[in-house]
């Protein structure tokens, strides 16, 4: 089975601290993930990359940036986080085509920032 | 762009009872569609998809979908529902982007079962 992990599924940082969402997957996926969930919102694409130290912006990437320096883990980062970062976060990865096409999620971190 | 509409933020069904989740898209070429769920405290997990061929598609857990051109709808059924399925319900379409399909989500339908 694909597994998907992230390093918390709770997380409590102050405003304007850096915070490092970790994300490893072990299914040799080249395409990788970040979403952020809201109550509402559904889930919104953060960014994503498609191989090594490749990304992409995706709908919402302002105030957030990503890592991928090895192909099984895919790291966001808030430079300095504020209250409206909030959220429940979404780790995923997918095969590249024509080997798949869906994604498989990991169990998700809940970051309250105060 | 595309964009998936989920218009039911909220559904309750008895349990037994049979189970329609509506799902609108809009997508200028031939849609990839997925259904996903999410069980509290849980990532997403895939029930099904559509890519091409077939437009009636079976998935897990006994839920099945059908894509309809026509009205730019893929609605997900269930002739009996189970208490475990109360969940979150996403929709998605797809487009291509890189190496594979970025999938736009709908915000979500909540399923409530009751006994």
């Known amino acids: 089975d694909v597994k998907v992990t992230q390093s918390s599924r709770y997380l409590v940082k102050r405003t304007g601290e850096k915070v490092f969402l970790e994300c490893v997957q072990d299914?040799?996926?080249?395409?990788m993930f970040w979403y952020r969930q809201d109550p509402g919102l559904g889930l919104r694409l953060i960014y994503f990359s498609y191989d090594v130290k490749m990304k992409e912006k995706g709908d919402i990437p302002e105030g957030y940036s990503v890592s991928r320096e090895k192909k099984e883990r895919f790291s966001l980062i808030l430079e300095s986080a504020s209250t409206n970062q909030t959220s429940m976060y979404l780790c995923?990865?997918?095969?590249?085509?024509?080997?798949?096409?869906?994604?498989?999620f990991g169990p998700g971190t809940r970051l309250t920032v105060t | 762009a595309q964009s998936v509409t989920q218009p039911d933020i909220h559904i309750t069904v008895s349990e037994g009872a049979s189970l329609e989740l509506r799902c609108n898209y809009s997508y200028g070429a031939t849609p990839y569609l997925f259904w996903y769920v999410q069980s509290p405290g849980q990532g997403l997990q895939l029930l099904l998809k559509y890519f091409s061929g077939d437009t009636l598609v079976q998935g897990i857990k006994g839920f099945e979908a059908e894509f309809k051109r026509s009205q730019s709808s893929f609605n997900l059924r269930k002739p009996s529902v189970h208490w475990s399925d109360a969940a979150e319900y996403f929709c998605?379409?797809?487009?291509?982007?890189?190496?594979?399909?970025?999938?736009?989500f709908g915000r979500g339908t909540s399923l409530i079962v009751h006994p």
């Open positions: 998605a379409v797809g487009a291509r982007g890189g190496g594979s399909y970025i999938p736009t």
């Open positions: 299914m040799d996926h080249e395409n």
């Open positions: 995923a990865s997918s095969p590249s085509l024509p080997s798949g096409h869906e994604q498989y």
